[in-house]
Nanobody, 124 residues
């Protein structure tokens, strides 16, 4: 069973940047489609970005398009989420997730494994 560990969250001012990392243990990350989701207080968990197993296909939520970039380094068993031009509405717990299905999907229910999450807080 894949274990996912997120890191890189923190407090940043609006307009700033953060890079989240997600490392895996127990399984090889190249066997999974990897995604990032987030959940703000009182809100549903929402899709942020997803990347195919080989890294040649990515999808983003409209709210983060052109600001966030998902990438992966299969040799390091790590997935990244570069977040630029952060806004207060990006404040949430960010979760890394892994999907065993070979096609890219964006529904949270499709993902099999989840990390514990990392807090991102953007101050205005």
């Amino acid at each position: 069973q894949a274990q996912l560990v997120e890191s890189g969250g923190g407090l940043v001012q609006a307009g700033g940047s953060l890079r989240l990392s997600c490392t895996t243990s127990g399984r090889t990350v190249s066997n999974y489609v990897m995604g990032w989701f987030r959940q703000a207080p009182g809100k549903e968990r929402e899709f942020v970005a997803v990347i195919s197993r080989t890294g040649d296909t990515m999808y983003y939520a409209d709210s983060v398009k052109d600001r966030f970039t998902i990438s992966r380094d299969n040799a390091k068993n790590t997935v990244y989420l570069q977040m630029n031009s952060l806004k207060p509405e990006d404040t949430a717990v960010y979760y890394c997730s892994a999907d065993r299905f070979p096609r890219v999907r964006t529904a949270a229910s499709a993902f099999d494994y989840w990390g514990q999450g990392t807090q991102v807080t953007v101050s205005s």
